[in-house]
Nanobody, 124 residues
Framework: QVQLVESGGGLVQAGGSLRLSCAAS????????MGWFRQAPGKEREFASG????????SYANSVKGRFIISRDNAKNTVFLQMNSLNPEDTAVYYC?????????????????WGQGTQVTVSS
């Protein structure tokens, strides 16, 4: 079993930045592929970014590419999502997720463990 706890969400103005963190426990962190998904009101939960076990592989949704940066610190069992140039369309609940798959999966059903989510609101 894996427990995931997100933090770092909040209210920010358009053009601003936020850094999300996700602390993991319960399983060897370095064996997990980690991902960030987001769900806006009335929309499906969608993949935002993911990072492989060792951090050498990353993946981004087109909507966040060039603005978001995912990273991980295996010594601290934590994954981060640095979000820059935020716009109101980035407003959503952001979820941290862990996968046992190789590579960097992008589909929800490839992630077995989920955090409770953290709200990000971008005002115009």
């Amino acid at each position: 079993q894996v427990q995931l706890v997100e933090s770092g969400g909040g209210l920010v103005q358009a053009g601003g930045s936020l850094r999300l963190s996700c602390a993991a426990s319960g399983r060897t962190f370095s064996s997990l592929t980690m991902g960030w998904f987001r769900q806006a009101p009335g929309k499906e939960r969608e993949f935002a970014s993911g990072i492989s076990w060792g951090g050498g592989g990353t993946s981004y949704a087109n909507s966040v590419k060039g603005r978001f940066i995912i990273s991980r610190d295996n010594a601290k069992n934590t994954v981060f999502l640095q979000m820059n140039s935020l716009n109101p369309e980035d407003t959503a609940v952001y979820y941290c997720a862990a996968s046992l798959w190789h590579g960097v999966p992008t589909r929800r059903n490839e992630y077995a463990y989920w955090g409770q989510g953290t709200q990000v609101t971008v005002s115009s």
